[in-house]
């Protein structure tokens, strides 16, 4: 059976009913990771949960140790990765509140450090990076969100860009324009982070709001409502993933 790691974004450091059987704070050749690694039981299910910006959402998403957190969920003995990122709509159809499952992305990011293959003391290597989602995970992932009755979109294209700031109005319509779908800022280099070192990764992107210049202005009321109405679509996903398992 697959060990599944959680990593939590925005609007989800932590996991309501999670039974934490242990935190463990891994050492890693490149540095302390976000916080924590947390085991414990979800649903029935053994899980492992990271919240990527910190458990008090301190590390904005430039400032994450991207490799340090895929590297301890990898040593924590996890094979496969939930990455949850809230993002902005762009498409017509990834209207906020809804669950996205990407099949595809754009890295508009710079100056991270993207991969474990960087010259000496470490191999060179370059590894396929066609389909940067793991399809059975994706998979899994659209079956639970239909089982829990969420708005779904079933496929896209995330544009990470750099952040902590939003985006403009013109970068977004490039985005569009180069076949974005949605809009982060967290989802490089973590999955091309997860595919060096082999796990079985897949992103469950919560729009919690609609890009810049996509629609017209919400009120704050509105955004946090967004926000939390997400969360709580994620959180029935991810109980019938593990219902399942």
Request: proline share 6%.
């Amino acid at each position: 059976m697959s060990s599944t790691a959680i990593i939590g974004g925005t609007g989800l450091t932590q996991i309501e009913g999670l039974k934490i059987t242990r935190r463990e704070m891994a050492r890693t050749p490149y540095g302390a990771p976000s916080g924590p690694v947390m085991f414990g039981e979800l649903f029935g299910q053994e899980v492992i949960f990271l919240a990527r910006h910190g458990h008090g959402h301190t590390i904005p998403p430039h400032r994450i140790n991207y490799r340090a957190n895929i590297w301890a969920l990898k040593e924590s003995g996890a094979d496969e990765v939930i990455a949850v990122a809230s993002v902005g709509g762009i498409s017509p159809d990834c209207i906020p509140q809804a669950l996205v499952i990407p099949d595809q992305l754009i890295d508009y990011t710079h100056g991270r450090d993207h991969t474990y293959f960087d010259g000496a003391p470490e191999r060179v290597a370059h590894v396929g990076f066609a389909d940067p989602y793991s399809e059975e995970v994706r998979q899994r992932l659209i079956a639970a969100s239909r089982e829990a009755a969420v708005p779904l979109v079933d496929s896209g294209c995330y544009g990470v860009s750099q952040g902590p700031r939003y985006e403009t109005s013109a970068e977004v319509a490039r985005m569009q324009r180069d076949g974005c779908t949605i809009s982060g800022m967290t989802g490089m280099p973590e999955a091309g982070l997860a595919r060096e070192l082999g796990l079985a990764y897949a992103s469950c992107s919560v729009v919690v709001s609609w890009a810049a210049g996509r629609s017209p202005s919400r009120g704050d009321d509105s955004l946090h409502e967004d926000v939390q109405a997400g969360i709580e679509n994620v959180r029935a996903m991810v109980q019938k993933l593990l219902k399942a398992a």
